[in-house]
């Protein structure tokens, strides 16, 4: 071996653990942030869900007749955004909370909700009514596939690359870290070729050196074991993989209830598209007189048809 490589060989095992540390830092955060986007997005999920089981509670079977699977979720996916970011908003106003908004402009969380409502209701309103239940797993899954806040870290860099590469690196570590110790013995095994066994000193200088360099050696594989280690116990702690499942299916539950309660999937011609960058209170108290009219319309036609007492 010569000189050069030598030296080359002591700078690659000296600096390799810095190296890994580095990694570790940097897939660490990233997967923290791909967790954190995630887990934003799913916010709304839960908020959906919320609304639809409140609705579910307060509806009677057969009272209501002639109801819009489009309308109905179009409704629901309006009031869980409006109320959610309008409440968000109130609570920040009261409480001075600027970090809660520079996470929704660097997250794009309130752009994403918007993106997907506006998906998901496109994708609904060509929907064929039948008996059975659509398959509302595969829109609700294209739905989040495509949305380019929540696919995006940042809006900018792409999250699958990232979270694939960030779920290799235990194992890269541990490559990683055999390597760098392979690297030392290698380098030591060619002065073991040179030794005067007749020379007893200066075999047993060579010998103290060698065990020296593989001990140092060594070291690079103990710190891509402890890497390796801890990048389990980060991925397993902040796994995007569980939140994106967890918030599919509470997508795709809560259409299902909505599906099962209507009757079929008309889409009224004088229907306002959704707009997200309308005044959440105004929307809100627009809904409520809607809802309020329809109700006292209800109350009437029902008492049309209920039959009159003999005096």
Same mark, same amino acid.
């Given at each position: 071996m010569t000189m050069s490589t030598k030296i080359f060989a002591e700078y690659f095992i000296l600096t390799l653990p810095y190296v890994m540390g580095l990694v570790f830092l940097g897939g660490a955060f990233f997967r923290v942030v791909i967790w954190y986007t995630v887990k934003r997005h799913e916010w709304f999920a839960r908020e959906f869900e919320k609304r639809v089981a409140r609705f579910m509670e307060s509806e009677k079977p057969g009272v209501v007749k002639n109801v819009s699977f489009y309308v109905l979720a179009k409704r629901m996916l309006e009031r869980s955004f409006y109320e959610g970011f309008a409440v968000r908003d109130r609570l920040r106003r009261r409480r001075g909370d600027g970090v809660?908004?520079?996470?929704?402009?660097?997250?794009?969380?309130?752009?994403? $909700?918007?993106?997907?409502?506006?998906?998901?209701?496109?994708?609904?309103?060509?929907?064929?009514?039948?008996? &059975?239940?659509? !398959?509302?797993?595969?829109?609700?899954?294209?739905?989040?596939?495509?949305?380019? $806040?929540?696919?995006?870290?940042?809006?900018?860099?792409?999250?699958?690359?990232?979270?694939?590469?960030?779920?290799?690196?235990?194992?890269?570590?541990?490559?990683?870290?055999?390597?760098?110790?392979?690297?030392?013995?290698?380098?030591?095994?060619? &002065?073991?070729?040179?030794?005067?066994?007749?020379?007893?000193?200066?075999? !047993?200088?060579?010998?103290?050196?060698?065990?020296?360099?593989?001990?140092?050696?060594?070291?690079?594989?103990?710190?891509?074991?402890?890497?390796?280690?801890?990048?389990?116990?980060?991925?397993?702690?902040?796994?995007?993989?569980?939140?994106?499942?967890?918030?599919?299916?509470?997508?795709?539950?809560?259409?299902?209830?909505?599906?099962?309660?209507?009757?079929n999937n008309d889409y009224p011609l004088d229907e306002k598209a959704f707009d997200e960058h309308r005044d959440p209170v105004e929307a809100l108290a627009e809904d409520a007189v809607n809802a309020e009219a329809g109700r006292a319309s209800r109350t009437r036609d029902m008492d049309q048809v209920r039959p009159v007492k003999a005096s």
């Open positions: 809660m908004a520079l996470s929704d402009r660097v997250f794009l969380v309130k752009q994403g $909700c918007a993106w997907l409502v506006k998906d998901i209701l496109n994708q609904l309103k060509f929907l064929k009514w039948t008996q &059975e239940t659509p !398959k509302l797993l595969g829109i609700t899954r294209a739905t989040f596939h495509h949305n380019p $806040c929540f696919n995006r870290v940042f809006g900018v860099l792409p999250m699958t690359a990232f979270n694939d590469l960030i779920s290799i690196l235990p194992g890269l570590f541990v490559i990683a870290g055999i390597l760098g110790t392979f690297v030392g013995i290698a380098g030591g095994l060619q &002065e073991l070729g040179g030794m005067n066994l007749q020379d007893l000193e200066n075999t !047993k200088n060579i010998m103290d050196r060698f065990l020296q360099e593989i001990s140092f050696a060594m070291q690079t594989s103990i710190a891509g074991i402890v890497f390796s280690l801890l990048s389990h116990i980060v991925n397993v702690m902040y796994s995007p993989e569980r939140v994106y499942v967890s918030m599919v299916d509470r997508f795709e539950s809560s259409l299902d209830l909505l599906w099962y309660r209507s009757d």
